[in-house]
């Protein structure tokens, strides 16, 4: 397998200007994740997706950002518009449903990163 | 709610000489642990995990962490290291029915020559 693909790798853009990313997860992972990394606030979770369905967006900074998932293979995350300050490295991570009842969770896998300056 | 607390945010270490990254947790149900490891330019790569059964558990690349329930620590151990074990690592936990990751701010280890 390929692992969690993301694109682009880099994005620059200017302020107020749409920005998309893009992730492909793992086939067969059930569980879709959203990171943003910054020097700042380390790692967060911006969102989560369980059979494409959002589990929980509490993460998410604001309106400006948006995040679907049409089907098991593709999501986007949607920054619009965009403001310096969303300037980081945004990672798409997958993750399978456990194979057995005795444990909730398992590994996530994360793709390379989009890395996003916003001038 | 979960959190982890990465006690140090840089180790300079010589080449060879054993280290030990410290991480603490703190849940009010049971966890499951993970280190990631991520070098320069890249993503983050699973190193090991807890979920069950042995509280030691061990990489491919000789690295080991011990999940201690009393002390409510999982820190991150190697006999020796080398200059390629340069990189940032980051412990995780997540919780109970709980899917999503709490990060800890990162150890960046530098192996000296």
């Known amino acids: 397998d390929a692992g969690v693909i993301q694109s682009p790798r880099h994005e620059v853009t200017e302020m107020g200007q749409e920005v998309t990313l893009r992730c492909k997860p793992i086939?067969?992972?059930?569980?879709l994740f959203w990171y943003r990394q910054t020097m700042m606030r380390g790692l967060e979770l911006l969102i989560y997706?369980?059979?494409?369905?959002?589990?929980?967006d509490s993460g998410m900074p604001e309106d400006r950002f948006s995040a679907k998932m049409p089907n098991a293979s593709f999501s986007t995350l949607k920054i619009q518009p965009s403001e310096p300050r969303d300037s980081a490295v945004y990672f798409c991570?997958?993750?399978?449903?456990?194979?057995?009842?005795?444990?909730?969770?398992?590994?996530?896998?994360f793709g390379p990163g989009t890395r996003l300056t916003v001038l | 709610a979960q959190s982890v607390t990465q006690l140090d945010s840089q180790v300079p270490v010589f080449e060879e000489a054993p280290v030990e990254l410290r991480c603490n947790y703190s849940?009010?149900?049971?966890?499951?642990l993970f280190w990631y490891v991520q070098y320069p330019n890249q993503g983050l790569q699973l190193l090991l995990k807890?979920?069950?059964?042995?509280?030691l558990v061990e990489s491919i690349n000789g690295f080991e962490a011990e999940f201690n329930k009393s002390q409510t620590s999982f820190h991150l151990r190697k006999p020796s290291v080398h200059i390629s074990d340069t990189a940032e690592y980051f412990c995780?936990?997540?919780?109970?029915?709980?899917?999503?990751?709490?990060f800890g701010s990162g150890t960046q280890l530098t192996v000296l020559p």
């Open positions: 991570a997958s993750s399978p449903t456990p194979r057995t009842v005795l444990i909730s969770t398992d590994t996530q896998y």
């Open positions: 086939s067969g992972h059930d569980y």
């Open positions: 997706f369980n059979n494409n369905v959002p589990i929980d």
């Open positions: 849940s009010s149900v049971s966890v499951y």
């Open positions: 807890y979920l069950s059964g042995s509280t």
């Open positions: 995780a936990v997540t919780s109970g029915s709980a899917r999503q990751l709490t």
